[in-house]
Nanobody, 122 residues
């Protein structure tokens, strides 16, 4: 029901845009988010957005560099990532939460995509 794409290999300072397609039944009225997991680390929050796109949340280290957005007409969630650094290397996951607002807590999300790898090189 969730399909993340857009990952790849990019040099430090570069940009990528991740996309997450979802079925209307699972996302159009729900908050959505992006999380990431680096090797040997726990999954961490990156960004979240409310069902209508009005409210957004960001993890401190990505503020000003990443932008989350959504197109409900197309059922797509985006994550625009600029000024990428080595610390951004991870598998990125999109998720749909139970409520309509944005949230940074993984436990509040009940549908997860399969992940897309982002690798930043020096």
């Amino acid at each position: 029901q969730l399909q993340a794409s857009g990952g790849g290999l990019v040099q430090a300072g570069g940009s990528l845009r991740l996309s997450c397609t979802s079925s209307r039944r699972t996302s159009s009225n729900n908050g959505m988010g992006w999380f990431r997991q680096a090797p040997g680390k726990e999954r961490e929050f990156v960004a979240a957005i409310s069902w209508n796109g009005v409210s957004t949340l960001y993890e401190d280290s990505v503020k000003g560099r990443f932008t989350i957005s959504r197109d409900n007409a197309k059922n797509i969630l985006y994550l625009q990532m600029n000024s990428l650094g080595l610390e951004d290397t991870a598998v990125y996951y999109c998720a749909v939460r139970r409520g309509s607002t944005s949230s940074r807590y993984p436990s509040e999300y009940n549908y997860w995509g399969q992940g897309t790898q982002v690798t930043v090189s020096s």
